[in-house]
Nanobody, 125 residues
Framework: QARLVESGGGLVQPGGSLRLSCAAS????????IGWFRQAPGKGREGIAC????????YHVPSVKGRFTISRDNGKNTVYLQMNNLKPEDTAVYYC??????????????????WGPGTQVTVSS
């Protein structure tokens, strides 16, 4: 069973950057595809990026592609989400999640078995 914890959130001005981390314990992240999701106030949880442990392939939704980058460091058992050129509409609680279907790059909440508690990202001047 994977236990996930996100960190790196905070308050940033529009155009700024943050790097979120998803650290795992109890299991190696090599066993899972990892996704980043976000949930803005009053909205549903949205999958925005995911990475496969098999070949490192990634997927980013169009709204973040070119600004956000998902990556993994197997030695540190950590997955990252580098977020650049942040916009007010990026304000949300950000979650990482683990999917035991290692080959799958899914943006569907129900496909992920394990979740972190989330970290708040606020983009505001």
């Amino acid at each position: 069973q994977a236990r996930l914890v996100e960190s790196g959130g905070g308050l940033v001005q529009p155009g700024g950057s943050l790097r979120l981390s998803c650290a795992a314990s109890g299991s190696t992240l090599d066993d899972y595809a990892i996704g980043w999701f976000r949930q803005a106030p009053g909205k549903g949880r949205e999958g925005i990026a995911c990475i496969s442990p098999i070949d490192g392939s990634t997927y980013h939704v169009p709204s973040v592609k070119g600004r956000f980058t998902i990556s993994r460091d197997n030695g540190k058992n950590t997955v990252y989400l580098q977020m650049n050129n942040l916009k007010p509409e990026d304000t949300a609680v950000y979650y990482c999640a683990a999917d035991s279907a290692r080959y799958r790059l899914s943006r569907i909440v129900a496909d992920y078995e394990y979740w972190g508690p989330g970290t708040q990202v606020t983009v505001s001047s």
